[in-house]
């Protein structure tokens, strides 16, 4: 039986839920970064055959493209208009709002970072465990918050500048005891060891590495393979929003494979817009 938290109506399905952001990439995943990057910039409605067009360049079949748009728009993103025996698709304002949102951070993501002044934003909650999906929502919001947690009912950042943004996630989610504080650290771990325990590096550094192996040395030969490429750059990058808290480098290994990383999603992205602006008005977008 569902609990009360659970039926909520305000409980919309979260295309960028951290379990879906961080998963493998899907025909899904792949409609976002496509909705994303090149039908919200455009602000115009796209019809069912160009999505299916776009998707195909990334290897996506048209009946699973097909369904990434009708689960989309059940999730609230999307609304369809029937044209004749065509039909186009449009963001709702509650999808813009979203992807406009998911944008600003992953565009944002691995720019420069500033200067650490020792000082943390702690979290402790708690949610009663028959609240599954109260928990649940806490520990997204507070991850896409950028906060880690190295002991079970808490969180912490160095980035206490985020102090607004968390109580904002605690008012939403409604933790039935929170407590939050700033300031330094004096228990028996260095600084860098509560780090490595609140997040995993070393499977962030190991995906980072596998981003640069990926799209370095990657070079597309027409307007379309650009428009591909892109696509597969913007997906992998969004998840890095999720899985990277943005720390400083004094709690970084050195050297850190993410200032890479990020140096080759600005440089690609940044090289490959004019072809990827043709090929997409090419195909109708």
């Given at each position: 039986m569902s609990t009360a938290d659970e039926s909520a109506p305000d409980a919309r399905p979260d295309p960028f839920s951290r379990r879906r952001e961080v998963a493998a990439t899907s025909a899904r995943s792949l409609l976002v970064t496509v909705l994303g990057e090149v039908v919200l910039p455009g602000g115009e409605p796209v019809w069912?055959?160009?999505?299916?067009?776009?998707l195909g360049l990334v290897g996506v079949e048209e009946k699973s493209a097909r369904q990434a748009l009708a689960r989309t728009a059940a999730d609230g993103m999307l609304v369809s208009e029937r044209v004749g025996r065509r039909v186009r698709w449009d963001l709702t304002p509650w999808g813009r709002d979203l992807l406009t949102e998911g944008a600003a951070r992953i565009y944002a993501h691995g720019r420069a970072r500033a200067a650490w002044d020792g000082r943390w934003l702690v979290v402790v909650a708690s949610v009663p465990e028959q609240q599954r999906a109260r928990r649940h929502r806490l520990r997204?919001?507070?991850?896409?918050?950028?906060?880690?947690?190295?002991?079970?009912?808490?969180?912490?950042?160095?980035?206490?500048?985020?102090?607004d943004e968390v109580r904002e996630v605690l008012a939403e989610n409604g933790p039935t005891d929170a407590h939050v504080v700033t300031g330094e650290?004096?228990?028996?771990?260095?600084?860098?060891?509560?780090?490595?325990?609140?997040?995993d590096l070393g499977d962030l550094e190991a995906r980072y590495e596998e981003f640069v192996g990926?799209?370095?040395?990657?070079?597309?030969?027409?307007?379309a393979a650009v428009l591909a490429a892109q696509i597969?750059?913007?997906?992998?990058?969004?998840?890095?929003?999720?899985?990277?808290?943005?720390?400083?480098?004094?709690l970084l290994p050195?050297?850190?494979?993410?200032h890479r990383a990020a140096e080759v999603f600005h440089g690609r992205h940044t090289a490959w817009a004019d072809a990827t602006r043709r090929a997409a008005t090419a195909l109708g977008l």
């Open positions: 069912t055959q160009t999505v299916v067009d776009v997204t919001r507070l991850a896409w918050a950028g906060l880690g947690s190295p002991a079970a009912g808490m969180w912490v950042s160095p980035d206490t500048d985020r102090l650290y004096h228990g028996g771990l260095s600084a860098v060891e509560l780090a490595a325990r609140a997040w990926a799209f370095a040395d990657l070079a597309p030969v027409d307007d597969r750059l913007v997906d992998a990058w969004r998840r890095f929003p999720f899985l990277d808290p943005g720390l400083p480098d004094a050195a050297p850190w494979i993410g």
